[in-house]
Nanobody
Framework: VQLQAFGGGLVQAGGSLRLSCVAS????????MGWYRQAPEDHRELVAS????????????KYADSVKGRFTISRDNAKNTVYLQMNSLKPEDTAVYYC??????????WGQGTQVTVSS
């Protein structure tokens, strides 16, 4: 399995969750990694990304406007793991969350996502 996301669950609005995703070294090493999400009957969107050691500048983060100031992405290169700390969660954050490279490459596939449900 190349990509496995963990840490989702059911949380009340205003709560927090921390997601983790373990990737194969082939995918993780030297690639910008991102967290994506897909709500029911909606397209998959990139919510956060973090650049790799192979980038011009390591550790550069980007966020979708909808999560800016609430979500924080980080990575542990020794563990091939990317994290997403999600605070002040809202019902509209409800989705299945996946990690992958940014940009996405079709040969990666999508792997296992993790369901996040935020109740109002």
């Amino acid at each position: 399995v190349q990509l496995q996301a963990f840490g989702g669950g059911l949380v009340q609005a205003g709560g927090s969750l921390r997601l983790s995703c373990v990737a194969s070294e082939l995918i993780f090493a030297r690639n910008t990694m991102g967290w994506y999400r897909q709500a029911p009957e909606d397209h998959r969107e990139l919510v956060a990304s973090i650049s790799s050691e192979g980038a011009i500048k390591y550790g550069v983060t980007k966020y979708a406007d909808s999560v800016k100031g609430r979500f924080t992405i980080s990575r542990d290169n020794a563990k091939n793991t990317v994290y997403l700390q999600m605070n002040s969660l809202k019902p509209e954050d409800t989705a299945v969350y996946y990690c992958n490279t940014d940009p996405y490459y079709e040969w990666n596939g999508w792997g296992q996502g993790t369901q996040v449900t935020v109740s109002s």
